[in-house]
């Protein structure tokens, strides 16, 4: 009896911990994510689905992945953790999706990790680079961008190396921000240049104003911005109407789109960590493979930082679905993948193995130039 017992709560395991494979069938891959689609970041991270889409929508017109088709859907969490949640339920129960892909958020991430965890579902590529998520290893979580911490400690490092003493952070006060804080303290450390100033703002409620008397009164000779999307480009403006001149260093999550919208030509200068390689660099393959399959689609078609870093998730994705082959399982592409090595689309690699799925590690300073491109 006892036996019997045990063996059906095995299989029942078992049958819970592939439940998501549902999501492969003879003719479809089903892939989805919570995604902040509204507010000030929603206009980049619509980019980032655009690129990713852009992709499959070209595997899936030759053919599919081993006669699979890629679907994608995404929910809008508004940057609202619970809201991650609640979405994130309703793709693996009623979408019954295979893999969570490009969600976004770091808050957002650490709230859906439970219930990736109980029904055993890969995330692919979050949009996040909290080092949190890298030094607690989890068999579950690949990821692709470099980390907050790399982009930290090279913002800060040519700070110190171009002679910058006065350095004042601006973050804002939600577990995003907070992240990029933490980062950048310990870059701090490390390259023993303290703060002079940490100037916050409420996201919901922002008073750029405040802030930026703030920012005055701490005379930087720059700042470094723990924030993205309209929150990056209205506390610049306010920056700017004050009598203080300071440089401002962004994090890659701060997308040059929304920065040459909203600041036009007062962007130029402005400093940003990049962790994809520049669009310019056409003799990267991947560069190379988006500006063309971004062309046949929309002729005139602007290319996008963000929607390249979509692109790129996308990518290495679908070149981990290629090697798995057709027995295509949660546990097989786990496999694949961490005996994958190194991969690589040109000076862009990404390295996974059985004790770390960190993806890349490139990181790079690009400043926006007179014509409102990065220069690398």
Known sequence: MVRSAWLACGWLLAACAHANDAGVTPTEIRLGASAVLSG?????????????RLLFDAVNAS??????????????????????VDNTQKLLKDHKVFMIFNNTGTAQT????PLLKESRTILFGPVTGASVFRDNFNPLVFHVRASYGQEARRILSQLKQSGIGRVAVFYQDDGFGKALLAELKKA????????????????????????????AQAQPQAVVMGTAGSTFT???????????????????????DVI????????????????????RNTTIPVVAEYLKLLREKSPDAAPSTSQFE?????????????????DLSTEAF???????????????????????????????LAIVDADGQLRY
Do not use: C, W
């Open 110 to 113: 650490a709230a859906v990790l």
């Open 260 to 279: 040459n919208r909203e600041l036009k030509d007062k962007a130029r200068g402005t400093i940003l960590a990049q962790i994809m390689p520049s669009l």
């Open 234 to 256: 209205s506390y610049i403006k306010a920056v700017q109407q004050t009598p203080v001149k300071p440089g401002f260093y962004g994090f890659s999550v701060a997308s040059l």
């Open 63 to 84: 053919g599919g992945i081993h006669g699979r088709k890629i679907s994608y859907v995404t929910m809008d969490d508004g940057f609202d953790p619970k809201r991650a």
């Open 310 to 326: 979509g692109f790129v998730h996308a990518r290495l994705l679908v070149e981990g679905l290629r090697r798995t082959g057709r």
């Open 334 to 364: 786990i496999k694949t993948m961490e005996g994958a090595g190194e991969i690589a689309f040109g000076r862009f690699t990404a390295r996974y193995s059985p004790n770390a799925h960190n993806g890349s590690s490139y990181v790079e």
């Open 40 to 52: 000030p970041l929603g206009p980049q991270t619509v980019q980032y689905g655009e690129g990713s």
């Open 188 to 215: 701090s450390e490390a390259e023993q240049l303290p703060f002079v100033a940490e100037i916050v703002v409420d996201p919901k409620q922002p008073d750029f104003t405040a802030a930026a008397a703030a920012t």
